[in-house]
């Protein structure tokens, strides 16, 4: 395939590497081989990735799942070439992963080679935080390897049998997928700030009201409860790997508030903050 590669950063037991497509028409790819098990964050563009009696319809907020062994090939839909996250896992760390997710039925089924599952706000979240903590260096191996660790897990404990989401059909991807692209950018970049659903619209080239239908059908969640998990999430890593008061984690996290966050906390991890600190120090 036509692609620019990069390694964005190596441990002991994966590689997160950058991949871009260069190919500009609608075309399916030779036949590649899948050496490794990965999981690629789709992060602009739309393609089919053909495998063994599927095509998995991939775009912005999807995950790919892929087991090492198979053959596979892309069919490109979009104009806009591809780009994806790519988290690709040592042999030595995929065996040793197997012995605590060989139940699933992904890697008891040799037909199934590969999945997409729809991520959630969360779990983009954690992509989005791990390729900021590589790009800036400003994170430690172990926190990095925790995040990659929790991305997996999340990722793993979601997998189903892959059903295409028929609302989400040709002609609105072709129309609106780089309106969720732009959308989702500017809110992981900006969700400390105070934003407004017309910052965020304005910023997509759409009216406020046909942006929030279009957000709804492409995550299944509102604006606003996107960017609330996101608040929430960037709130929970800091009581977990920081000592910054919780007053200063919840204005950094974006909330006005000690008692908005402290409510939307509890409501979410079913105790509040401070608690949940002591929890995670204690284990």
Not at 29 to 52: D, H, M, Q, W
Not at 76 to 99: G, Q, R, S, V, Y
Not at 200 to 215: D, G, K, N, T
Not at 253 to 258: K, Q
Request: hydrophobic share 35%; aromatic share 14%.
């Amino acid at each position: 395939m036509d692609a620019d590669i990069h390694t964005l950063y190596e441990s002991d037991f994966y590689r997160i590497m950058d991949f871009k497509c260069r190919c500009t028409d609608c075309r399916t790819s030779k036949p590649e081989y899948s050496t490794a098990f990965c999981i690629s964050f789709v992060r602009k563009g739309n393609f089919l990735f053909n495998v063994f009696r599927r095509s998995l319809d991939s775009y912005n907020g999807c995950v790919l799942v892929t087991k090492p062994g198979y053959e596979r090939t892309v069919t490109h839909t979009h104009a806009i070439p591809d780009e994806c996250t790519i988290f690709e896992f040592k042999t030595d760390f995929f065996n040793a992963l197997l012995e605590h997710y060989g139940g699933i039925p992904f890697f008891q089924d040799n037909d199934w080679h590969s999945t997409l599952i729809k991520t959630s706000a969360e779990t983009e979240f954690l992509h989005f935080h791990i390729i900021k903590l590589v790009l800036t260096r400003s994170g430690s191996k172990l926190q990095i390897d925790n995040g990659v660790i929790e991305v997996m897990e999340k990722v793993l404990g979601n997998i189903t049998d892959y059903k295409p989401d028929n609302r989400i059909n040709a002609r609105l991807k072709q129309n609106h997928l780089i309106t969720i692209e732009r959308a989702k950018e500017y809110i992981a970049n900006h969700f400390t700030d105070d934003i407004s659903l017309m910052q965020i619209a304005e910023y997509c080239y759409v009216s406020p009201f046909h942006f929030s239908r279009l957000f709804k059908t492409f995550t299944s969640v509102s604006p606003h409860q996107f960017l609330l998990t996101i608040r929430l999430k960037n709130a929970e890593l800091l009581l977990r790997n920081t000592a910054h008061p919780v007053a200063d984690i919840a204005f950094s996290s974006g909330f006005n508030s000690v008692e908005h966050f402290t409510a939307a906390f509890k409501q979410k991890y079913d105790c509040p903050p401070a608690a949940y600190r002591q929890q995670h120090v204690t284990a």
